[in-house]
């Protein structure tokens, strides 16, 4: 593990407390202009992602509704609370090929977008220990006063996020600042993630407001408009 990256986990609350976890479960709301464009509007301002910290897996609740999400890589499923399937789909990565920015999604297309980014990100950036992944420092960048230090992140094959290359920006403080990004299924759109409002949750230390923008150039932010945005509330892990 390289300064960084150990300066990162440290901050964020350690390797030997996050090894001692196995799932996080968050309530959120997932907003923005992104699913406008998608023609899914307010599809998840309001649910309830199980996140598995072992394996790449998310489950979705949508609470006062009958269905769950279950995200993995090479699967996904819609299903009732009673785990009866609604909707099930092998290989889901394939159906976005050839789409175009306004081309809508469907159930499973939000839930293939919705579990590779937040599983990525509620695992961040404990994941990038993980055998399998390649970290290298890059020049640090200056933010309105203050120094960011830049982690790039080659993801291994067998993970799937946005893309296979990332950067992920912290603060002298060691915490998470912005994580940049293209994102593969949506044509290799830009993304500037910002990272706030951190809670301390049993020792693991997890920003609680993410503000995604479009970047041009030299990660120039594009100020409108706001794609994603993410708050979240009560948080539990175990």
């Given at each position: 593990m390289?300064?960084?990256?150990?300066?990162?986990?440290?901050a964020?609350?350690?390797?030997?407390?996050?090894?001692?976890?196995?799932?996080?479960t968050?309530?959120?709301?997932?907003?923005?202009?992104?699913?406008?464009?998608k023609?899914?509007?307010?599809?998840?301002?309001d649910?309830?992602?199980?996140?598995d910290?072992?394996?790449?897996?998310?489950?979705?609740?949508f609470?006062g509704?009958?269905?769950?999400?279950i995200f993995?890589?090479?699967?996904l499923?819609?299903?009732?609370?009673?785990?009866?399937?609604?909707?099930e789909?092998?290989?889901?990565?394939?159906?976005?090929?050839g789409?175009?920015?306004?081309?809508?999604?469907?159930d499973?297309?939000?839930?293939?977008?919705?579990g590779?980014?937040?599983?990525?990100?509620l695992?961040?950036?404990?994941?990038y220990?993980r055998p399998?992944?390649?970290?290298?420092?890059?020049?640090?960048?200056?933010v309105?006063?203050?120094q960011?230090?830049?982690l790039?992140?080659t993801?291994p094959?067998s993970?799937?996020?946005?893309?296979?290359?990332?950067?992920?920006?912290?603060?002298?403080?060691g915490?998470?600042?912005?994580?940049?990004?293209?994102?593969?299924?949506?044509?290799?759109?830009?993304?500037?993630?910002?990272?706030?409002?951190?809670?301390?949750?049993?020792?693991?230390?997890?920003p609680?407001?993410?503000?995604?923008?479009?970047?041009?150039?030299?990660?120039?932010?594009v100020?409108?408009p706001?794609?994603?945005?993410?708050?979240?509330?009560?948080?539990?892990?175990?």
């Open positions: 390289n300064d960084l990256l150990q300066l990162a986990v440290n964020h609350g350690g390797l030997k407390r996050w090894n001692e976890i196995t799932a996080i968050v309530a959120a709301s997932l907003t923005g202009a992104i699913w406008f464009v023609s899914q509007g307010d599809y998840l301002k649910v309830v992602m199980t996140v910290t072992t394996k790449e897996r998310l489950v979705t609740d609470p509704q009958d269905k769950r999400f993995e890589p090479q699967r499923i819609m299903e009732r609370n009673d785990g009866t399937l609604i909707q789909r092998q290989d889901p990565e394939e159906i976005f090929v789409q175009l920015r306004e081309t809508p999604w469907d499973l297309q939000v839930a293939y977008f919705q590779e980014a937040l599983w990525t990100y695992n961040t950036p404990f994941l220990t399998g992944f390649v970290t290298e420092e890059i020049a640090p960048i200056q309105d006063g203050e960011w230090r830049r790039k992140i993801f094959e993970i799937k996020s946005h893309t296979r290359e990332q950067i992920s920006c912290f603060g002298p403080d915490l998470l600042r912005r994580h940049d990004y293209t994102v593969d299924i949506l044509g290799g759109a830009t993304g500037l993630n910002y990272a706030s409002e951190y809670r301390d949750v049993d020792g693991i230390i997890f609680t407001k993410r503000r995604i923008y479009a970047y041009e150039g030299d990660y120039q932010l100020p409108e706001l794609l994603v945005k993410i708050d979240m509330g009560e948080i539990t892990v175990r």
